[in-house]
């Protein structure tokens, strides 16, 4: 069976610091992955999805970056984390045939 | 485009009581039409979806949701609600050409004992 992996859990990280979550997936091959942010009380941000390796598509324009090194692995950076960076991310993946999204666990991010 | 509307931001029931949260899509093909929840500080877990055939869909924990084109509605029901599933609850909506879904904002379910 499938599943994915977030890490870390939680995380609180000063202004001005990098940052580096980290999603695989275990279990399904060349799936697509998404990365997804959560503000208190709000709804679901699409931040970032991939359809392969080294393919990166942005859908909001910001102090984020993501990366595909491996086939089942999905990074989130920034170099210079902003106070507004704080939420709860979420990745998820999913394959073309059925549309379905698969949810991790999520990070919670805090930046003091 | 495709668009999702979850009208209630808050619904609050009794326990054993049921429930009905609603959920309204715009697209103009059959869409492919998910439910999701989320308790607090999880992720998300699919309750149930639906892609075509009958339009009456069981999901877990004793969840349905009936699709009614007519009405551009998929409205996710539970015939008795534990206080366990009190939760933020979302609805879904893919396209035919598209894999990426469109969420709504959520409804939170308070339970009340």
């Known amino acids: 069976s499938q599943t994915i992996h977030q890490w870390p859990a939680t995380l609180v990280q000063p202004v001005g610091s990098p940052l580096s979550l980290e999603c695989t997936v275990e279990?399904?091959?060349?799936?697509?992955l998404y990365w997804y942010r959560q503000a208190a009380g709000r709804g679901l941000q699409l931040l970032f999805y991939?359809?392969?390796?080294?393919?990166i598509s942005s859908e909001v324009p910001q102090n984020l970056s993501a990366s595909r090194p491996q086939d089942r692995q999905f990074i989130l950076s920034s170099k210079k984390l902003l106070l507004s960076d704080s939420g709860f991310y979420l990745c998820?993946?999913?394959?073309?045939?059925?549309?379905?999204?698969?949810f991790g666990p999520g990070t919670r991010l805090t930046v003091l | 485009a495709q668009s999702v509307t979850q009208p209630d931001i808050h619904i609050t029931v009794s326990e054993g009581a049921s429930l009905e949260l609603r959920c309204n899509y715009s697209?103009?093909?059959?869409?492919?039409l998910f439910w999701y929840v989320q308790s607090p500080g999880q992720g998300l877990q699919l309750l149930l979806k639906?892609?075509?055939?009958?339009?009456l869909v069981q999901g877990i924990k004793g969840f349905e949701a009936e699709f009614k084109r007519s009405q551009s509605s998929f409205n996710l029901r539970k015939p008795s609600v534990h206080w366990s599933d009190a939760a933020e609850y979302f609805c879904?909506?893919?396209?035919?050409?598209?894999?990426?879904?469109?969420f709504g904002r959520g409804t939170s379910l308070i339970v009340h004992p």
């Open positions: 639906y892609f075509s055939g009958d339009t």
């Open positions: 991939s359809v392969g390796i080294g393919q």
């Open positions: 998820a993946w999913s394959v073309w045939v059925n549309r379905t999204q698969y």
């Open positions: 697209y103009g093909a059959t869409p492919y």
């Open positions: 879904a909506v893919a396209s035919g050409g598209s894999y990426i879904p469109t």
């Open positions: 279990g399904t091959s060349n799936p697509n």
